[in-house]
């Protein structure tokens, strides 16, 4: 029998958990895609994600929303939205800046592929639409990402070459709320 899946809004006992998630697969992540030597970037990341959490469960909520997945009580994945983040300010030069992002997608190496990403994807869209938001933006640098994120969601909105240092894409999406 599978495991059940339940995704809900981040609680304050749920922020151990999803800091965990994110110090664990955040630098698997950078090993899959063989940038396991930039360790500073690693552990910023990490420290950005940390502060997301702090920030979703100190405003209540209130412009940031977070979902945590879970399996028998431990959190396995998580997903936010909330104002654009500095790189697709940067790539779009400002145009999607009142457009929010869905960020934070990230699952422990164990649980990747079996849909948990699919189902807080799902999940966060249906809250989107709940508000009457009917659009979104999300973006990567991770060529395994992108290649995941350009099923899901078509073509990308902006292709920035050279933006990690040369040989290097970042890809940006605009995505309506509606097409799911």
């Known amino acids: 029998m599978p495991e059940e899946i339940h995704v809900s809004k981040l609680k304050r006992e749920d922020a151990e958990g999803a800091f965990e998630v994110f110090k664990r697969t955040i630098p698997f992540a950078f090993e899959r895609e063989g940038l396991k030597h930039l360790t500073e970037e690693i552990n910023n990341e990490i420290i950005h994600k940390k ?12 412009g940031i929303l977070f ?3 879970e399996i ?14 500095e790189d697709i300010r940067n ?3 400002g145009e ?6 869905l960020g934070s997608v990230f699952v422990l190496p164990e649980h990747q592929g079996k849909g948990i990403a699919t189902k807080l994807i799902n999940t966060l869209i249906s809250e989107l639409n ?6 979104f933006c999300l973006d990567s640098g991770y060529g ?36 799911f």
Not at 96 to 101: A, K, N, P
Not at 130 to 135: A, C, P, S
Not at 158 to 177: A, E, F, I, N, Q
Request: charge should be positive; proline fraction near 4%; glycine fraction near 12%.
């Open 51 to 62: 502060s997301l959490i702090n920030d979703a469960l100190n405003t209540k909520g209130i």
């Open 67 to 69: 979902l945590t997945a």
């Open 72 to 85: 028998e009580g431990k959190i396995i994945g998580t997903i936010s939205y909330g104002p654009v983040g």
């Open 91 to 93: 790539c779009t030069n």
């Open 96 to 101: 999607l800046d009142e457009v929010g992002e």
């Open 130 to 135: 709940k508000k009457g938001i009917e659009k």
């Open 144 to 179: 395994t990402a992108q290649k995941i994120w350009t099923r899901k969601f078509g073509a990308p909105y902006k292709r920035v070459k050279d933006y990690w240092g040369p040989g290097t894409v970042h890809m940006v999406w605009l995505c309506s709320t509606k097409s």
